[in-house]
């Protein structure tokens, strides 16, 4: 078991910058791949970005590639999402998910069985 908290969203321009955190406790965080999805008022669920166990393999929605980075420090059980040249499409309540062992292949919700509460994230024109 695992719990997750996220921090760090907020209202911002267009063009601004934010990074995301997302603090685990629980289980050993390096056993849990890692991702971020993202979910817009009336809209589905969507993947963002995921990484492993390590740290060495990333994965990206075509949509954020080049613009936002995922990485993790696993002495502080935490995993970030740095956005750069953040767009009003970005504005979403952005979530924290993990699970055991996997892969950061794994794109779809039901890969993840941990989740953290989400923190909004506001992009202005």
């Known amino acids: 078991q695992v719990q997750l908290v996220e921090s760090g969203g907020g209202l911002v321009q267009a063009g601004d910058s934010l990074r995301l955190s997302c603090v685990a406790s629980?289980?050993?965080?390096?056993?849990?791949?890692m991702a971020w999805f993202r979910q817009a008022p009336g809209k589905e669920r969507e993947f963002v970005a995921a990484?492993?166990?390590?740290?060495?393999?990333?994965n990206y929605a075509d949509s954020v590639k080049g613009r936002l980075t995922i990485s993790r420090d696993n002495t502080k059980n935490t995993v970030y999402l740095q956005m750069n040249s953040l767009k009003p499409e970005d504005t979403a309540v952005y979530y924290c998910?993990?699970?055991?062992?996997?892969?950061?292949?794994?794109?779809?919700?039901?890969?993840?069985?941990?989740w953290g509460q989400g923190t909004q994230v506001t992009v202005s024109s």
């Open positions: 998910a993990a699970v055991l062992f996997g892969s950061s292949l794994y794109r779809n919700t039901y890969n993840y069985r941990y």
């Open positions: 629980g289980r050993t965080f390096n056993d849990y791949t």
């Open positions: 990484i492993n166990r390590s740290g060495g393999s990333t």
